[in-house]
């Protein structure tokens, strides 16, 4: 599995209330979700032509990702974090059970 992937896997995991694999520590968790959500973003940041509304969809999950980020270090790991890497899950894969193009804030 490719990088991008596991860090899908590792989010939706986390979104559904489940620990990372290998983290036991609350510090460990919120290290393992910041490095997934490097990975994201290190897909999402390129520019392309070739997906159909790619550049919304971009600019959709850089700010979800931030968001989910900010949370992380003013909040750390609790339901406001799982509840928003479930909208960022949604996001990058609307396909996924409950997914959709919406966001998880207001």
């Known amino acids: 599995a490719s990088r991008f992937s596991r860090a899908v896997s590792l989010l939706d995991r986390f979104?559904?209330?489940?620990a990372p694999p290998d983290a036991g520590r609350t510090e460990d968790r919120r290290t393992a979700v910041r490095d997934a959500l490097g990975a994201v973003?290190?897909?999402?940041?390129?520019?392309t032509r070739?997906?159909?509304?790619?550049?919304?969809?971009?600019r959709?999950?850089?700010?979800?990702?931030?968001?989910l980020r900010?949370?992380?270090g003013a909040a750390g790991i609790g339901e406001e974090a799982r509840r928003e890497a479930r909208a960022l899950?949604?996001?990058?894969?609307?396909?996924?059970p409950g997914g959709g193009e919406e966001g998880g804030s207001p």
Do not use: C, H, N, S
């Not at 973003?41 to 520019?47: K, L, P, R, S």
């Not at 959709?60 to 968001?67: E, I, M, N, P, T």
């Open 70 to 72: 900010e949370i992380l």
């Open 41 to 47: 973003e290190a897909v999402y940041a390129t520019e």
């Open 89 to 96: 899950v949604r996001l990058i894969d609307p396909a996924a």
């Open 60 to 67: 959709r999950v850089l700010a979800q990702l931030a968001r």
């Open 50 to 58: 070739a997906v159909r509304e790619w550049p919304e969809r971009r």
């Open 15 to 18: 979104a559904k209330g489940g």
